[in-house]
């Protein structure tokens, strides 16, 4: 029950670990639901009592992980509310996670 946000949605992210999700109620790989990242980056998961770990290349451009839930254009495939530790490893300034969403 509520109601889901719309329209311009935001997550401030600063370099080093970020806890974060996406603001929509949507399953989806992290490029998908508008996560910009940068080559040198992680993403963290739990999963299976421990962490799943995801590496954004900064020689080959992609993904890698020795997880199977995830592209490796467009990174971990995240489920509805999951939330994940994300380090932001570009330390010029802050960033945003930005989500413009509607729903149909």
């Avoid at 998961?45 to 254009?73: C, L, M, Q, T, V």
């Avoid at 509805?80 to 509607?102: H, L, M, Q």
Wanted: a negative charge; aromatic letters at 16%; charged letters at 20%.
């Amino acid at each position: 029950m509520g109601e889901v946000p719309q329209g311009s949605l935001t997550n401030n992210l600063i370099a080093g670990y970020n806890m974060v999700g996406s603001k929509v109620p949507q399953a989806g790989f992290i490029g998908d639901l508008g996560l910009n990242s940068t080559d040198g980056d992680f993403a963290f998961r739990f999963k299976n009592g421990g962490y799943a770990a995801y590496y954004k290349d900064e020689f080959g451009g992609g993904w890698s992980s020795s997880d199977p839930e995830f592209d490796n254009i467009k990174g971990p495939n995240l489920k509805v509310g999951e939330g994940f530790f994300f380090n932001r490893t570009d330390i010029s300034g802050s960033a945003t996670w930005t989500r413009n969403f509607t729903v149909q």
